[in-house]
Protein backbone atom coordinates (compact mmCIF):
# COMPACT_ATOMS: atom_id res chain seq x y z
CA UNK A 1 0.00 0.00 0.00
CA UNK A 2 1.18 3.45 -0.88
CA UNK A 3 1.59 5.89 1.93
CA UNK A 4 1.01 10.05 1.92
CA UNK A 5 1.82 12.73 4.16
CA UNK A 6 -0.79 15.82 3.36
CA UNK A 7 -0.27 18.93 4.68
CA UNK A 8 -3.86 21.42 4.14
CA UNK A 9 -6.00 18.50 4.62
CA UNK A 10 -8.41 20.49 6.55
CA UNK A 11 -8.98 22.70 3.35
CA UNK A 12 -10.86 22.93 0.25
CA UNK A 13 -8.36 21.47 -2.38
CA UNK A 14 -6.79 19.06 0.68
CA UNK A 15 -9.99 17.28 1.81
CA UNK A 16 -10.63 16.91 -1.59
CA UNK A 17 -6.85 15.22 -2.36
CA UNK A 18 -7.65 12.94 0.91
CA UNK A 19 -10.77 11.87 -0.64
CA UNK A 20 -9.28 10.92 -4.22
CA UNK A 21 -6.42 9.27 -2.34
CA UNK A 22 -8.24 6.79 0.04
CA UNK A 23 -10.13 6.09 -3.10
CA UNK A 24 -7.24 5.06 -4.57
CA UNK A 25 -6.39 2.86 -1.76
CA UNK A 26 -3.45 5.13 0.13
CA UNK A 27 -2.54 4.72 3.60
CA UNK A 28 -2.93 8.67 4.85
CA UNK A 29 -1.43 10.97 7.30
CA UNK A 30 -2.29 14.14 7.79
CA UNK A 31 -0.79 17.31 9.43
CA UNK A 32 -2.94 19.53 11.31
CA UNK A 33 -2.89 22.42 13.70
CA UNK A 34 -3.76 21.64 17.08
CA UNK A 35 -7.31 24.23 17.11
CA UNK A 36 -7.84 23.27 13.41
CA UNK A 37 -11.09 22.13 12.68
CA UNK A 38 -11.51 18.49 11.97
CA UNK A 39 -14.99 17.83 11.09
CA UNK A 40 -14.70 17.03 7.16
CA UNK A 41 -11.24 15.05 7.70
CA UNK A 42 -12.67 12.97 10.20
CA UNK A 43 -14.50 11.48 7.87
CA UNK A 44 -11.69 9.45 6.29
CA UNK A 45 -9.26 6.43 7.92
CA UNK A 46 -6.35 9.00 8.62
CA UNK A 47 -3.84 8.92 10.96
CA UNK A 48 -3.92 12.66 12.49
CA UNK A 49 -0.51 14.22 13.27
CA UNK A 50 -0.67 17.52 15.27
CA UNK A 51 1.79 20.02 13.64
CA UNK A 52 2.74 23.66 12.20
CA UNK A 53 5.05 24.43 9.27
CA UNK A 54 6.48 27.11 11.37
CA UNK A 55 7.63 24.81 13.93
CA UNK A 56 10.45 22.02 11.82
CA UNK A 57 10.34 20.13 15.06
CA UNK A 58 7.06 19.20 14.79
CA UNK A 59 7.31 18.49 10.78
CA UNK A 60 10.04 15.52 11.72
CA UNK A 61 7.62 14.00 13.96
CA UNK A 62 4.58 13.74 12.22
CA UNK A 63 6.02 13.22 8.60
CA UNK A 64 6.44 9.04 8.65
CA UNK A 65 9.53 7.58 8.11
CA UNK A 66 10.09 6.76 4.42
CA UNK A 67 7.11 7.81 2.74
CA UNK A 68 6.14 7.46 -0.86
CA UNK A 69 4.40 10.95 -1.36
CA UNK A 70 4.25 13.99 0.76
CA UNK A 71 1.60 16.41 -0.89
CA UNK A 72 1.90 20.46 0.61
CA UNK A 73 -0.90 21.39 -0.05
CA UNK A 74 -1.09 23.99 3.06
CA UNK A 75 -0.56 27.93 1.72
CA UNK A 76 -1.44 31.38 2.75
CA UNK A 77 -3.55 32.49 0.33
CA UNK A 78 -4.11 36.36 1.61
CA UNK A 79 -3.97 39.28 -0.63
CA UNK A 80 -3.65 42.00 1.73
CA UNK A 81 -0.48 43.62 1.87
CA UNK A 82 -0.41 43.71 5.91
CA UNK A 83 0.18 39.59 5.74
CA UNK A 84 2.95 39.68 3.86
CA UNK A 85 5.65 38.73 6.12
CA UNK A 86 3.02 36.44 7.93
CA UNK A 87 2.56 34.89 4.26
CA UNK A 88 6.12 34.38 2.97
CA UNK A 89 6.77 32.52 6.43
CA UNK A 90 4.35 30.24 5.36
CA UNK A 91 4.55 29.72 1.82
CA UNK A 92 8.40 29.87 1.56
CA UNK A 93 9.66 28.78 5.15
CA UNK A 94 7.47 26.48 5.70
CA UNK A 95 7.83 24.65 2.18
CA UNK A 96 11.78 24.90 3.06
CA UNK A 97 11.00 22.95 6.82
CA UNK A 98 8.90 20.46 5.25
CA UNK A 99 11.21 19.46 2.55
CA UNK A 100 14.01 19.26 5.55
CA UNK A 101 12.09 17.28 6.92
CA UNK A 102 10.94 15.23 4.11
CA UNK A 103 14.78 14.58 3.37
CA UNK A 104 15.30 13.69 6.39
CA UNK A 105 13.02 11.13 7.28
CA UNK A 106 13.49 9.58 3.15
CA UNK A 107 10.31 10.44 1.31
CA UNK A 108 10.33 9.21 -2.05
CA UNK A 109 8.37 12.60 -3.64
CA UNK A 110 7.09 15.59 -2.95
CA UNK A 111 4.54 17.50 -4.74
CA UNK A 112 3.78 21.13 -4.07
CA UNK A 113 0.22 22.71 -4.07
CA UNK A 114 1.33 26.08 -6.26
CA UNK A 115 -0.58 28.57 -8.23
CA UNK A 116 -0.80 29.39 -11.98
CA UNK A 117 -0.22 32.92 -10.62
CA UNK A 118 3.30 31.86 -9.57
CA UNK A 119 4.03 32.98 -13.30
CA UNK A 120 3.34 36.67 -12.76
CA UNK A 121 1.68 39.16 -15.07
CA UNK A 122 2.47 37.39 -18.42
CA UNK A 123 0.97 38.59 -22.33
CA UNK A 124 -0.53 35.66 -24.35
CA UNK A 125 -1.53 32.10 -23.41
CA UNK A 126 0.46 30.43 -20.07
CA UNK A 127 2.64 27.58 -20.76
CA UNK A 128 5.33 25.87 -18.73
CA UNK A 129 7.87 26.96 -20.66
CA UNK A 130 7.44 30.80 -20.42
CA UNK A 131 9.67 32.36 -17.40
CA UNK A 132 7.96 33.25 -14.49
CA UNK A 133 7.82 36.99 -13.19
CA UNK A 134 6.47 35.99 -10.22
CA UNK A 135 9.72 36.29 -8.55
CA UNK A 136 9.32 40.24 -9.28
CA UNK A 137 5.17 40.75 -8.61
CA UNK A 138 4.03 43.42 -6.33
CA UNK A 139 1.93 40.91 -5.02
CA UNK A 140 3.42 39.31 -2.32
CA UNK A 141 1.11 35.42 -2.91
CA UNK A 142 2.49 35.58 -5.85
CA UNK A 143 5.70 36.04 -5.43
CA UNK A 144 6.05 33.78 -2.62
CA UNK A 145 4.54 30.80 -4.25
CA UNK A 146 7.18 31.53 -6.63
CA UNK A 147 9.77 31.41 -4.01
CA UNK A 148 8.24 28.37 -2.57
CA UNK A 149 8.78 26.65 -6.17
CA UNK A 150 12.49 27.60 -5.96
CA UNK A 151 12.57 25.97 -2.74
CA UNK A 152 11.18 22.79 -4.03
CA UNK A 153 13.71 23.22 -7.50
CA UNK A 154 16.62 23.60 -5.03
CA UNK A 155 15.24 20.75 -2.85
CA UNK A 156 14.77 18.33 -6.50
CA UNK A 157 19.09 18.88 -7.21
CA UNK A 158 19.62 18.02 -3.68
CA UNK A 159 18.03 14.40 -4.60
CA UNK A 160 14.55 14.99 -3.46
CA UNK A 161 12.17 14.52 -6.41
CA UNK A 162 9.99 17.09 -5.99
CA UNK A 163 6.78 17.78 -8.99
CA UNK A 164 5.13 21.34 -9.00
CA UNK A 165 1.36 21.46 -9.45
CA UNK A 166 -0.11 24.85 -11.06
CA UNK A 167 -3.59 25.32 -10.65
CA UNK A 168 -6.06 28.01 -11.90
CA UNK A 169 -9.59 29.09 -10.31
CA UNK A 170 -10.29 25.70 -8.47
CA UNK A 171 -14.19 24.98 -7.50
CA UNK A 172 -16.29 22.04 -7.08
CA UNK A 173 -17.65 20.16 -3.46
CA UNK A 174 -16.02 21.31 0.46
CA UNK A 175 -15.68 24.63 -1.06
CA UNK A 176 -16.92 26.97 1.83
CA UNK A 177 -14.30 29.94 1.68
CA UNK A 178 -13.58 30.79 -2.14
CA UNK A 179 -15.43 30.39 -4.81
CA UNK A 180 -18.08 28.79 -2.78
CA UNK A 181 -18.51 31.74 -0.08
CA UNK A 182 -20.10 33.59 -3.50
CA UNK A 183 -23.30 31.18 -3.55
CA UNK A 184 -24.09 32.89 -0.18
CA UNK A 185 -23.26 36.72 -1.02
CA UNK A 186 -25.41 36.09 -4.45
CA UNK A 187 -28.41 34.80 -2.01
CA UNK A 188 -28.17 37.33 0.60
CA UNK A 189 -27.78 40.52 -2.38
CA UNK A 190 -24.85 41.41 -1.44
CA UNK A 191 -22.83 41.29 -4.61
CA UNK A 192 -22.70 44.47 -6.17
CA UNK A 193 -20.40 44.65 -8.68
CA UNK A 194 -18.84 42.23 -10.83
CA UNK A 195 -15.16 42.18 -12.15
CA UNK A 196 -13.70 42.66 -15.58
CA UNK A 197 -11.59 39.82 -15.92
CA UNK A 198 -11.47 36.34 -17.48
CA UNK A 199 -9.70 32.92 -15.86
CA UNK A 200 -9.45 28.61 -16.94
CA UNK A 201 -11.06 27.05 -14.34
CA UNK A 202 -10.54 23.98 -12.69
CA UNK A 203 -12.81 20.99 -10.98
CA UNK A 204 -11.36 20.29 -7.73
CA UNK A 205 -11.43 16.37 -7.84
CA UNK A 206 -9.01 16.99 -11.78
CA UNK A 207 -6.83 18.74 -9.74
CA UNK A 208 -6.35 16.42 -6.87
CA UNK A 209 -5.91 13.13 -9.43
CA UNK A 210 -3.25 15.73 -11.14
CA UNK A 211 -1.62 16.07 -7.49
CA UNK A 212 -1.57 11.62 -7.31
CA UNK A 213 -0.64 11.38 -10.73
CA UNK A 214 2.24 13.75 -10.54
CA UNK A 215 3.87 11.32 -7.50
CA UNK A 216 3.23 9.11 -9.45
CA UNK A 217 4.47 9.64 -12.90
CA UNK A 218 5.57 13.72 -12.81
CA UNK A 219 8.49 14.46 -14.34
CA UNK A 220 11.34 15.59 -10.88
CA UNK A 221 11.77 19.42 -10.74
CA UNK A 222 9.01 20.14 -13.49
CA UNK A 223 5.79 22.08 -13.31
CA UNK A 224 2.34 21.61 -14.19
CA UNK A 225 -0.30 24.35 -15.53
CA UNK A 226 -3.82 22.75 -14.72
CA UNK A 227 -6.91 24.98 -16.22
CA UNK A 228 -10.04 24.45 -18.04
CA UNK A 229 -12.41 26.18 -19.72
CA UNK A 230 -11.72 29.81 -19.82
CA UNK A 231 -14.63 32.03 -18.81
CA UNK A 232 -15.60 36.13 -17.96
CA UNK A 233 -15.60 35.75 -14.11
CA UNK A 234 -18.81 37.72 -14.02
CA UNK A 235 -20.29 34.62 -15.79
CA UNK A 236 -19.11 32.32 -12.71
CA UNK A 237 -21.15 34.69 -10.60
CA UNK A 238 -24.19 34.81 -12.85
CA UNK A 239 -24.08 31.14 -13.41
CA UNK A 240 -24.08 30.75 -9.78
CA UNK A 241 -27.29 32.81 -9.36
CA UNK A 242 -29.13 31.05 -11.74
CA UNK A 243 -28.34 27.92 -9.49
CA UNK A 244 -30.03 29.08 -6.75
CA UNK A 245 -32.89 30.57 -8.08
CA UNK A 246 -31.44 34.77 -7.33
CA UNK A 247 -31.30 37.59 -8.88
CA UNK A 248 -28.26 39.00 -9.72
CA UNK A 249 -28.38 42.84 -11.34
CA UNK A 250 -24.53 43.34 -10.70
CA UNK A 251 -22.87 45.20 -13.54
CA UNK A 252 -19.46 44.30 -14.96
CA UNK A 253 -16.61 47.21 -13.97
CA UNK A 254 -14.35 48.64 -16.32
CA UNK A 255 -10.53 48.09 -14.75
CA UNK A 256 -10.33 51.63 -14.06
CA UNK A 257 -13.48 51.56 -12.01
CA UNK A 258 -12.67 48.17 -10.32
CA UNK A 259 -9.41 48.82 -9.32
CA UNK A 260 -10.46 52.93 -8.42
CA UNK A 261 -13.21 51.17 -5.94
CA UNK A 262 -10.51 49.11 -4.12
CA UNK A 263 -7.97 52.14 -4.14
CA UNK A 264 -10.91 54.11 -1.92
CA UNK A 265 -11.10 50.73 0.21
CA UNK A 266 -7.43 50.60 0.80
CA UNK A 267 -7.67 54.38 1.97
CA UNK A 268 -10.87 53.51 4.42
CA UNK A 269 -8.63 50.76 5.66
CA UNK A 270 -5.52 52.45 6.80
CA UNK A 271 -7.73 54.67 8.76
CA UNK A 272 -9.81 51.82 10.39
CA UNK A 273 -6.90 49.20 10.06
CA UNK A 274 -9.43 46.42 9.25
CA UNK A 275 -8.92 44.46 5.93
CA UNK A 276 -10.45 45.62 2.73
CA UNK A 277 -13.31 43.51 1.49
CA UNK A 278 -11.60 43.99 -1.42
CA UNK A 279 -7.96 44.66 -1.56
CA UNK A 280 -5.96 46.34 -4.36
CA UNK A 281 -4.00 43.11 -5.15
CA UNK A 282 -7.01 41.00 -5.66
CA UNK A 283 -8.68 43.52 -7.78
CA UNK A 284 -5.75 43.35 -10.10
CA UNK A 285 -5.74 39.80 -9.99
CA UNK A 286 -9.76 40.17 -11.09
CA UNK A 287 -9.29 42.53 -13.80
CA UNK A 288 -6.83 40.37 -15.96
CA UNK A 289 -7.37 38.29 -18.60
CA UNK A 290 -5.57 35.00 -18.00
CA UNK A 291 -5.23 31.93 -20.53
CA UNK A 292 -3.30 28.86 -20.37
CA UNK A 293 -2.09 26.19 -22.21
CA UNK A 294 -2.67 22.65 -20.57
CA UNK A 295 -1.40 20.26 -23.58
CA UNK A 296 1.75 19.07 -21.05
CA UNK A 297 -0.55 18.05 -17.99
CA UNK A 298 -3.15 16.26 -19.93
CA UNK A 299 -0.68 14.53 -21.91
CA UNK A 300 1.83 13.03 -18.70
CA UNK A 301 -0.87 13.47 -15.86
CA UNK A 302 -4.01 12.50 -17.60
CA UNK A 303 -5.22 15.69 -16.59
CA UNK A 304 -9.15 16.19 -17.80
CA UNK A 305 -10.41 19.40 -17.65
CA UNK A 306 -14.60 19.84 -16.81
CA UNK A 307 -17.01 22.51 -17.95
CA UNK A 308 -17.98 25.06 -15.72
CA UNK A 309 -21.93 24.19 -15.36
CA UNK A 310 -20.24 20.89 -14.14
CA UNK A 311 -17.85 22.81 -11.55
CA UNK A 312 -20.61 25.17 -10.32
CA UNK A 313 -23.63 21.71 -9.98
CA UNK A 314 -21.17 19.85 -8.41
CA UNK A 315 -20.41 22.70 -5.69
CA UNK A 316 -23.83 23.68 -5.38
CA UNK A 317 -24.59 20.24 -4.88
CA UNK A 318 -22.22 19.95 -2.01
CA UNK A 319 -22.72 23.13 -0.28
CA UNK A 320 -26.82 21.82 -0.24
CA UNK A 321 -26.50 18.43 1.10
CA UNK A 322 -24.38 19.98 3.77
CA UNK A 323 -27.08 22.47 4.78
CA UNK A 324 -25.03 25.69 3.66
CA UNK A 325 -27.45 26.57 1.24
Keep these: MKTAFVTGGTGFLGINLVDELTKQGWSLTCLHRANSDLKYLRRYPVQLQVGDLLEPESLERAVPQGVDA ?166 IFREMANLIGAELRAPVMPPIVFKGIARIAAVVSAFTGKEPDMSREMADILCRRNTLATDKAERELAYKPRQLHQCLQDSYSWLKSEGLL
Excluded: M
Aim: glycine residues 10%; charged residues 20%.
Design 70 to 235: VFHVAADTSSWWKHDAAQTATNVGGTRNLLNAARKRGAKRFVLTSTAAAFGRQTGALSEQIPSTGGSSWINYERSKWLSEEEVRGATRQGLPGVIINPCAVLGPYDVSIWGSAFQLIRDGKLKILPPGTVPINHVTEVARAHIAAAERGAAGDNYLLGGEIVPIAR
